[in-house]
């Protein structure tokens, strides 16, 4: 299966992005990091599911068709079909969706982009600045989260805001542009409450992190 992530956002626009980034923290002594990645979750329930409801029916069909309609005869049948869609679900990510409730989404990608903020260390700033803009493709989910320092500033509204303009630019095709224009409105938020130092030096990579 072909990498979701590379196919978003090409080397250019990784690129692209991680420049923008590093102009937006030349007003601030905050940390923007960027984090793409292709799921937040693997759903293997959703495999699950997926397998045994489009096995029964493809079994009874088969059966039907055939004229084995014996208990043993259905029951192959079943195991049979039940692993070939198990398999396709886990490999389709449009099937699976159709077998994951938009609220275990949302909590999958909640969780993740929270633990993100800590592996990759964002909380880790000398003035607890960080900002986290978390994107998970198969969700078709954007996250911000942002270290204490600033949140305590910070409505939760301007951050709404910065979501909403990624997931409807997304859904244009203008994704890399979508997330240079969040890159600066997260500057533009932490240059107002956290300007540049002379002693400033760049706590994070600014390169895009890509997950899966």
């Known amino acids: 299966m072909s990498d979701p992530v590379s196919k978003f956002l090409k080397q250019h626009d990784r690129d692209a992005i991680g420049e923008r980034v ?3 923290e030349e007003r601030t ?3 923007i990091v960027v984090m793409v990645v292709a799921s937040s979750h693997h759903y293997p329930l959703a ?3 997926g397998g045994v409801l489009a096995g029964l029916l493809a079994a009874v069909v088969t059966a039907l068709l055939t004229g084995r309609e014996h208990m043993w005869d259905f029951l192959g049948f079943f195991l049979l079909f039940f692993i070939l869609f198990n398999e396709l679900f886990r ?3 449009f ?3 159709l077998f994951v409730r938009p609220g275990d989404m949302d909590e999958e990608v909640e ?3 929270i633990a993100s903020f800590y592996k990759k260390e964002v909380y880790n700033t000398r003035d607890h600045s960080g900002i986290l803009l978390y994107i998970s493709l198969f969700e078709h989910r ?3 989260v942002a270290d204490k320092g600033i949140s305590a500033v910070v409505s939760q509204a301007e951050w709404d805001t910065i979501v909403q303009r ?3 630019a997304i859904r244009t095709g203008k994704q890399a542009e979508a997330i240079m224009e969040a890159v600066d409105m997260c500057g533009d938020i932490l240059s107002k409450h956290f300007p540049s130092k002379p002693d400033d030096t760049n706590e994070l990579d600014n390169s895009v992190i890509i997950g899966h």
Do not use: D, H
């Open 22 to 24: 590093r102009l937006a």
């Open 166 to 168: 990624i997931i409807q």
């Open 47 to 49: 495999n699950i599911i």
């Open 29 to 31: 002594s905050g940390e």
């Open 111 to 113: 969780e993740t982009a």
């Open 142 to 144: 954007v996250r911000v």
């Open 95 to 97: 099937l699976k969706k």
């Open 91 to 93: 490999r389709v990510w």
